[in-house]
Structure formats: structure tokens, C-alpha cells
């Protein structure tokens, strides 16, 4: 049994040198990093400090820590010859991290390469991340079918998590956490249920930040036509950026089974009650018996 964390990012040296060589956006100019739809975001190096991260990771107590390639700076949407050598970098750098770290793999998808990704998987990673807005309708899922596939033919879990976030750059700080990624989330958990489940009965997903909230309008899906609300038992959310009150009203809305602890180090801090204030048996679900269904689909 080991405490896991399914929802870290840490970049690697080859990850920041790939992004470096850029001069269009997705880009690092020294450690400032350039996107399109954000203002330019200043990057703290210790916080992708390999050794440093490791001594938080110990620190939290954790003997899994995933870290996944992080979706909003668009790698996975850029067309296919530019998006390999970022990939490739990432997938390197990722590989050869040290315990307790672990990593979900990453895909183009705007160019689907099934074989490239099953050649990602073949060197141990535990799923694969696809960005929420590449699942969002049932163009995305028709699209992202060779990806998912793979998934169920290797009983491998997804990770959704957010990915770029539309619009300009000319706002607040915080907007691009707080409307678009949270928009993204809501739409990925409705379009799962209504396309990719039909498709991929036995696939296993974890979506990441509660599923922007979705679960909580469960009541409105149902008064609106949309079936039943029984929680589906291969479909978990994870905890990142929430604290107490949203996560007890999630584990209302879908059970403590559904839930696994992530926090989105370094961009948000774990919680200081791994339980998120519901207790000891919740702490185990969350951080012990819920990620290992996630990833192993065993009890």
C-alpha cells in the first residue's frame, strides 16, 4: 500500500531545453514562460527541481507522485512535426525521474499517432493525459478513438485534464484557472458520459480539478432528460486547487470511491488534511484504495 498523488507537474531539463528553442508560443524565454490565450507566466526554477520535488513528495509522504506534461501550454495541439520533439523531450525527461515519481504519457491531438503513443506506454507509463478540450464533443471522441483504444486494449487509465485556454491574454492572472479550464471540465465530464462511454465501455478516467464542479448538477441532468445519476464505478475525479467544502459535496454527489487525491504541485499545494476534513477512512479511499482502482482497476 502507498500514498499516491496522481496530479504533479515537474519539468525536466530536456522538457525546458525543447521549449527554449521555440519562438512562437508554447515558449520559455530563460524561465518565463510565453503562451497564447495567458499573460506571460514567470517560472519559480526550484519548483522543477528534480531533488527539491522529491524532498516535498518524502515530505507529503508519498510513495507515487504522477506527474503529467502540462496541457494548457497547447504541446499536444500543435501540428504533429512540432509537437514530436516537445513530446519526445517530455516523455525522456519524464521516464528517467526518480521515486516515487511516476508519469502519465502524453499525445498529439491534432495529428493522431496511435503507434507513437503505444511506444510512449511501452516504457512504463501509467496512462495517458489528453487535453479536456480534445474530449469535448463527439468530433473530439471520434478523433481521439485510436488513442482510447489503446487505453482499454492495454487496461490503461486517461487523465483529463485542462488544456489551453481560449481567448486573449489581456485579463487577470487567475482567469484562465477559474472560466476556461473550469468550462473545459464541465463540457469533458458531460461529452464522457454522452460519447465516450457508449464508445469505450470498459475504459477507466480520472478528470482532473472534481470535474470543474460538473458532478454537483447531477440533480439538473436528471430533470433535464438526461438519465439516471448512479455513479459510474470506473469514472474518479481528483481533488486538485478544492478544499473541504467542494470535495464533501462531490463525495455526496458520486461516493468517496470516486475521488483521488492530486494537488497540481507546484502550482497549488497539497491539502494539510489529506482527508480534506472527512476523516481517516476518507484519507485511505483518497489516497490509497481509489488511485490504486484508478490505475490498476483492482481492489
Not at 525522456?92 to 493522431?112: S, Y
Not at 472560466?179 to 464508445?199: D, E, K, L, N, S
Request: proline share 10%.
Amino acid at each position: 500500500m502507498t500514498n499516491v498523488d496522481v496530479h504533479q507537474h515537474l519539468w525536466s531539463p530536456s522538457l525546458v531545453t525543447a521549449l527554449r528553442t521555440r519562438r512562437e508560443p508554447p515558449y520559455l524565454d530563460g524561465w518565463t514562460l510565453h503562451l497564447d490565450g495567458e499573460p506571460p507566466f514567470d517560472l519559480p526554477p526550484a519548483d522543477h527541481d528534480v531533488a527539491l520535488r522529491a524532498e516535498l513528495a518524502a515530505e507529503d509522504g508519498l510513495g507515487l507522485a504522477l506527474v503529467s506534461l502540462s496541457a494548457p501550454i497547447g504541446v499536444e495541439w500543435l501540428p504533429g512535426a512540432e509537437a514530436r520533439p516537445l513530446l519526445d523531450a517530455y516523455h525522456e525527461g519524464a521516464a528517467g525521474l526518480p521515486e516515487p515519481f511516476g508519469a502519465w504519457a502524453a499525445a498529439c491531438v491534432r495529428d493522431i499517432d496511435a503507434r507513437a503513443t503505444a511506444d510512449c506506454l511501452d516504457r512504463g507509463f501509467v496512462g495517458l493525459q489528453l487535453p479536456a478540450d480534445a474530449l469535448s464533443d463527439a468530433a473530439g471522441y471520434h478523433r481521439c478513438a485510436p488513442l482510447l483504444d489503446l487505453l482499454e486494449e492495454r487496461d490503461l487509465p486517461l487523465f483529463v485534464h485542462p488544456g489551453p485556454a481560449a481567448g486573449g491574454s489581456g485579463g487577470p492572472g487567475w482567469w484562465p484557472a477559474m472560466v476556461p479550464y473550469v468550462q473545459q471540465m464541465h463540457a469533458a465530464w458531460f461529452a464522457f458520459r454522452a460519447y465516450g462511454r457508449p464508445r469505450h465501455p470498459r475504459l477507466r478516467v480520472c478528470f482532473a480539478l472534481l470535474a470543474g464542479l460538473a458532478p454537483l448538477h447531477g440533480e439538473r441532468f436528471a430533470a433535464r432528460g438526461g438519465g439516471g445519476t448512479r455513479p459510474d464505478p470506473s469514472v474518479f475525479v481528483e481533488t486538485s486547487s478544492y478544499g473541504p467544502r467542494a470535495v464533501e459535496a462531490v463525495v455526496r454527489a458520486l461516493g468517496v470511491e470516486a475521488v483521488v487525491q492530486g494537488s497540481d504541485r507546484p502550482y497549488a499545494e497539497p491539502p494539510q488534511h489529506p482527508g480534506h476534513g472527512l476523516g481517516g477512512a476518507a484519507a485511505y479511499a483518497f489516497r490509497i484504495a481509489n488511485p490504486r482502482r484508478l490505475l490498476t482497476g483492482k481492489e
